[in-house]
């Protein structure tokens, strides 16, 4: 077991098992040994969409213009971007926003949400050169005073996800446990009351799970009310499911291939896939429309993609065959472009989104 695998061993001997939202949690965001406080994720273990193609984060930027204009322009928007990375897909949106929006930008504030401080140094320098930029760790901690214009792109499948299981008992929580010296997975000896999970979910065959995420439908809702209240859109994209199954889609990954959960402990990344049903009605409850989700192939086909891809070809013919594979990873259905899903988010009575 690594050093973070000891520490978390000696947590649940003294406070007993976590849920696999704690373990989570720790795993990514624990100061010392957390893959994203500690180390390195993106391109050491898995590479994102705006790191395939400068187009995905251009077509972001004339996303946000073109919604903003929709919404008659408003005075001082605030863009913001959770979990930005490595600052790649604000730097191609804002050179795309320059380029045909400069009066957006003109009263623009542009917030990037980023809890680890490595990353956040990062984004630093991709940004550098573009004024009013500020960073927070969490999206509460800014206040909801202009219209918001949110981009999050594979942020919420970070946020930790608590599992429970149909046993003969009812729903059990799976927690992890110590088990001859190893992290291993249990479920909770006693079921919870069945009345907190969806109605639906009550006919689960035993094995079967229920996966939730409580902090990514806080958020939802909380960006929405935002939203409903200050105007603006938001634009959500991430690996997820439409309507959730019995199965469980806690994920590992290392050096770009699937790795144990448990085994080596803030050295992979952990994920979960998002719940785009639940994640939709939390916007709606938030008091926000939800529009989509939308696989992302289509999404992005819809923003003018192709055209994207042809001009970039045009400018840069010697590296034709090499962005036509990127753009082609992106919409293809058999590669991201169907695993990937668009949700938007808007006003109850702004006109519809660009690209659903
Ligand atoms: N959007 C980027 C990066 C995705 S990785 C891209 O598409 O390339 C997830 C990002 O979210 C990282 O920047 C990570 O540090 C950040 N992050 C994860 N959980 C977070 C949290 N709870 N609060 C703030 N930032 C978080």
């Not at 994920?251 to 785009?276: E, I, M, N, R, T």
Request: hydrophobic content about 45%; some cysteine.
């Amino acid at each position: 077991m690594n050093t973070l695998g000891h520490r978390i061993a000696e947590l649940i001997g003294a406070e007993g098992p976590l849920s696999v939202a704690q373990f989570m949690s720790l795993c990514l965001y624990d100061p010392e040994g957390g893959a994203y406080a500690a180390g390195e994720p993106i391109g050491q273990h898995f590479i994102t969409a705006p790191e395939i193609s400068q187009a995905y984060g251009e077509l972001a930027g004339l996303w946000v213009a073109q919604t903003w204009l929709d919404q008659g322009r408003p005075d001082r928007p605030r863009l913001m971007e959770l979990g930005p990375g490595r600052g790649t897909l604000m730097a191609d949106a804002l050179r795309a926003l320059k380029v045909v929006m400069p009066d957006f930008l003109d009263g623009a504030e542009i917030v990037l949400i980023e809890s680890s401080p490595g990353l956040q140094r990062r984004q630093e320098t991709a940004l550098a050169g573009h004024d009013r930029v500020r960073w927070h760790k969490h999206f509460g901690d800014v206040p909801a005073d202009r219209p918001l214009f949110l981009i999050a792109n594979e942020f919420f499948d970070c946020l930790p996800v608590r599992q429970f299981v149909k046993t003969e008992k009812g729903w059990c929580e799976r927690m992890v446990i110590v088990r001859e010296g190893k992290l291993a997975f249990a479920v909770a000896p006693a079921a919870i009351d069945p009345s907190l999970l969806p109605p639906d979910r009550v006919e689960a065959p035993e094995g079967g799970f229920y996966e939730v995420s409580p902090a990514s439908l806080a958020l939802a809702a909380e960006i929405a009310a935002t939203i409903a209240a200050c105007g603006g859109g938001g634009l959500i994209i991430d690996y997820g499911y439409d309507g959730p199954g019995y199965g469980e889609t806690l994920q590992a990954v290392a050096g770009h291939a699937y790795a144990d959960v448990l085994v080596d402990p803030g050295k992979v990344d952990v994920s979960a896939h998002v719940d785009f049903v639940a994640l939709t009605r939390a916007v709606r409850a938030g008091g926000a429309a939800a529009h989509g989700p939308v696989p992302q192939g289509r999404f992005l086909q819809a923003l003018g993609m192709a055209a994207r891809a042809e001009r970039l070809i045009a400018a840069n013919p010697g590296q034709a065959d090499a962005i036509a594979a990127a753009i082609d990873r992106l919409v293809n259905p058999d590669k991201m472009g169907s695993l990937f899903r668009a949700l938007g988010v808007a006003p109850k009575n702004a006109p519809p989104l660009p690209g659903f």
